[in-house]
Every structure is written in C-alpha cells, then in structure tokens.
C-alpha cells in the first residue's frame, strides 16, 4: 500500500471516521474513499452498501473488479442514567456488537455493582462530553427522566450528528424537552431527529423488554444511516 495512503487511512481511524480503500483488481490501483464522498454510478452504489454494513469484499463495477476493504469505527451507545433499563441493556448491545458506556452522576445508581464490567462515569455528562465528545458513529440514549442529566447530551448528540438519539419519556413530556431543547438553539429539524418516546413500538412493558425496543431501534437507525437523507434528496 502506498504509505501516503496508509497515513490518510490510519489518519481516519484515529479520528473514528469510516472510510474504505478501495482496490481496482486490474491495475493494482488504490484509493482511499471516506464517507459522504461523491462517488456514482454502480462503484458509488457498492461503497454506500459497504458503509452500512462494513463487510469488506469483491464488488463487480462499471466492467470492473474492485476489493472494497472497510474501515468502520466500532459503533458506540452511550446510556445516559444508570437505570433498570441500562442494567438489560448493556449486556444486550455488546451482544450485538456495540460498545456501551453508562454515565450518570448520582452516584447511588452509578455503581460497579450494578453495572459489572462496564465502562461507567459517576458524572455530570458535560464533564465527560469534554473528554470524550459524540461522533456520528455514537448513539444516545437518555433514561435518566432528569432534564438536569438528559438534556445536554441529547443537544450535544444532536450537533455531532449521531446516528441516533433517543430519549425516555411521554409525549408530554417529549413537548416540554422540544422547548427547552428550543430554547438551549436546538433547530426544528436536529429536535425532529430525536427518538421518542424512546423504542420501537412492541408493547415493552419491563424494563428488559423497553431495553429491547430501544436496542432494535438503535440497530435500524445505525443500518439505515444516510439512507432518509438519501430519499428526501431524491424527492426534492
């Protein structure tokens, strides 16, 4: 590989940004192509399918053989309140192959007891959020209830455009966020983007069964990502 792209490539991953190298098997040629890059016809088809399901492979294009091999950061959940619904779905997600961390200041909650061998932070999420800022590779999941605990990490969520953010709570509820979220310089659009009441609608009842509706909707939106963006373009 030609250094200068191993260097771009290593650049990318560092900064938890997706991007593929792409091969021309006839040639030998390589390129490096990084999400949200202009690329058309049948090649720009296969990388957009190769950068939602990060499957590296063969791909067939425009008379040509190309290997597409995928770089994709390690999708990440962040869980905001260490409450009943974390505690299932911690255990859940890291089956389905995300990261998690919990974060939630009070202290009585945010305990290693509760939450074994997960990367758990007794604070307030704008002292984490310096160290570790969201990416788009982040999904949120605010359950504290708390608007003290929840709101600025779903603001925070909303600017960095992370595939998904979700929040618990009521449609009333949700109403009043709208407004506070309005009046921190949240647009219309960023709030329209927030999941909630948060969950796909499967009659969750128990918290297990809410932490199941959540992680199915986090798995289709981290799938789908791009793909509203897409067709509203197409339709405009």
């Known amino acids: 590989m030609d250094p ?9 991953r560092a900064a938890r940004r997706a991007a593929i190298l ?17 690329v058309s016809g049948e090649l720009g088809a296969a990388l957009e399918k190769a950068f939602r399901s990060g ?11 190309f290997f597409l091999n995928a770089h994709l950061p390690p999708p990440k959940l962040v869980a905001i309140g260490a409450v009943h619904i974390s505690q299932a779905l911690a255990p859940m997600a890291r089956i389905a192959g995300f990261d998690i961390e919990i974060i939630d200041p009070r202290t009585a909650f945010a305990t290693e007891a509760r939450f074994p061998d997960v990367p758990l932070f007794a604070e307030w999420p704008e002292e984490v959020l310096k160290r570790q800022p969201f990416d788009a ?35 009333k509820t949700h109403a009043r966020r709208v407004e506070r979220l309005t009046a921190m310089g949240v ?35 981290f799938r789908s990502r791009g793909i509203a963006v897409e067709k509203a373009e197409k339709a405009a």
Do not use: W
Request: glycine share 12%; proline share 5%.
């Open 137 to 171: 590779y982040t999904g949120v999941a605010a359950l504290t209830h708390d608007p003290k605990i929840d709101d600025l990490p779903l603001k925070a969520a909303l600017k960095a455009g992370c595939f998904y953010g979700g929040a618990l709570g009521s449609r």
């Open 187 to 221: 647009t219309a659009d960023e709030i329209g983007r927030i999941h909630s009441p948060i969950g796909m609608d499967i009659g969750a009842a128990s918290p297990a069964e809410i932490a199941v509706a959540v992680l199915a909707e986090i798995i289709a939106a």
């Open 55 to 65: 499957k590296s492979g063969t791909v067939e294009a425009e008379g040509r053989a």
């Open 22 to 38: 792409v091969t021309d098997l006839g040639d030998g040629r390589d390129r490096l192509v990084r999400e949200g890059d202009p």
């Open 4 to 12: 200068n792209l191993l260097k771009q490539l290593n650049a990318e």
